[in-house]
């Protein structure tokens, strides 16, 4: 059972960047690592993925081009760089895991961590 812990969240103007980071407690290396985000009133929606296997990274239409998945399975951490912050991507931000997975659905990933709230200030 790997647990997970999102860190870097905080409070940002418009066109700023955050840096997040999900630290695991097991080795992530044959774990598919996604982030997911909530906004209030909305459910929940895919963000990014990197896949175990081949290192494949896919984005939401939404944060394409800004956002950037990295993975450093030395350190069991993954990140997600946000660059070009909008309003509209202010929500709190979970890291999720699913070993051996291939998949963007929150719904097939098994492990959660607790969140990390993003403020984008206009």
């Known amino acids: 059972q790997v647990q997970l812990v999102e860190s870097g969240g905080g409070w940002v103007q418009a066109g700023g960047s955050l840096r997040l980071s ?13 982030w997911f985000r909530q906004a209030p009133g ?3 929606e895919f963000v990014a993925t990197s ?3 081949s290192g494949s990274t896919y984005y939401a239409d939404s944060v394409n081009g800004r956002f950037t998945i990295s993975r450093d399975n ?8 946000m660059d070009s912050l909008e309003s509209e991507d202010s929500a709190v931000y979970y ?3 699913v070993r051996m997975g291939v998949t ?12 990390t709230q993003v403020t984008v200030s206009s």
């Open 42 to 44: 909305k459910e929940r």
């Open 104 to 115: 963007t659905l929150a719904h097939e990933y098994h492990h959660w961590g607790q969140g």
């Open 51 to 53: 896949i175990w296997s």
């Open 22 to 34: 999900c630290a695991a407690s097991g080795r992530i290396s044959t774990y598919t690592m996604g």
């Open 74 to 81: 030395a350190k069991n951490t993954v990140y997600l760089q």
């Open 95 to 97: 890291c999720a895991a």
